[in-house]
């Protein structure tokens, strides 16, 4: 047993505030920070590579990249999932610190495709993936009435990182190069990934080890509708994420607005993310999913329409917002609908083991779509691809919430 902890007599309900939760919450914070924060990063890495400055390759290649990294971090929760519902928190810390700061050293040091590929797709896609799980379900462990607010809060931490880090890539890669600027980016991981591990405890431990997969969940129906609905959803979403500065940089020629609108999106998920998690605690987060998503999908549907700076940036604003909405609210459905909370860690490592096979596709899937065999950028074809899936995916989220909670619309779900 891991000395942190001591066998639960039986669940206490969660204390919702006092220090040690919310010194947990700001834990989550800055996992989430380093987690999602270095992934929606990818955006400003793929409008570099794209211009061929460090080697050349297909957009199709070079989204492999940034999917590979998303779905190792959804994947790994898999396996992630029971050794957290083991008690082994500190463990996991110290793995995910030591794949992130590696990944970007080995990065740092890569001249062609396939070197970048293993330590930013695999190294660091392994490492942010390790503590993807921890920073969603040690939150549930200490609020319940609070838990919208405290997620939102936890959450926006990726939002914040998607905020520095394009910042700090683009304007050092302009000044000591890339491979300084990727060690810098190691560093700031390095220092914020500390705080966590300082201040991280789980509060109890599951009565039993948890097998790493809960076959129950197969059965229940709720629970499989709603991972198909955010599979979809997600590979809808990681069209804009990884597509919209490369947008910029090709049909509006601005190399700098290119790079800044990848935090401008970020910066906007911000309040994605804290707004309707606070929300969710009175309205229920279904309630609000349900728009988010059908809204993120209309609004990359209109992307075909924009061709000027004013527009891109109203549009990342409000993708940006709507995406946080997306990444922020569906871990708070996950918890609603697990009735076992001991078993919340297997259950978001196997969801999301399954959402990440929308990532994988989404970003060859764009790069294919946006090449199309021919010289010319399909760009039509592309907002399409991750327009339709989303607004599907809200009307599946729609269908759930109806099933489960009822068709009134003011009822909390």
Partial sequence: MPPQLKPAEGPSPPPNGGLLAWLNVIGSFMLYFNIWGILNTFGAYQ????????????????SWVGSIAAFMLLFVGLFVG???????????????????????????????????????GFVVGIGTGCLFVPCVAIIPQYFSTKMGTAMGIAASGSALGGVIYPIVLYRLINQIGFPWAVRVIGFIALGTLFLPLAIMRLRVQPAKVRAMIDWKAFT????????????????????????????????????????????????ASIFGRTIPNKLADKTGPFNLLVPAS???????????????KGAIIVMALLSGFMSGALIGLPPVCLAMLTADKSRLGTRIGMGYAIIALGVLISGPGSGAILRNGSASLDWRSLWTFGGVPTCVAGLMYAAIRMAKYGPGLLVKA
């Fill in 47 to 62: 409008t570099y590579y794209e211009s061929g400055a460090l080697f050349t390759a297909s957009s199709s290649d070079i």
């Fill in 82 to 120: 029971p050794v957290y519902d083991k008690g082994y928190l500190r463990t996991l810390l110290i793995i995910d610190s030591f794949g992130v700061v590696f990944g970007h050293m080995m990065l740092s040091l890569c001249k062609e495709f396939w070197q970048v590929l293993l330590p930013q």
């Fill in 220 to 267: 229940d129906v709720s629970y499989m509708a709603f991972i198909l609905s955010s599979l979809i959803t997600y590979m809808g979403l990681f069209v804009i994420l990884f597509y919209l500065s490369y947008y910029s940089s090709a049909k509006i020629t601005d190399e700098s607005l290119a790079f800044y609108l990848v935090p401008i999106f970020n910066a």
């Fill in 294 to 308: 059908l809204i993120s999908g209309l609004l990359m549907l209109c992307m075909m329409a924009v061709h000027s």
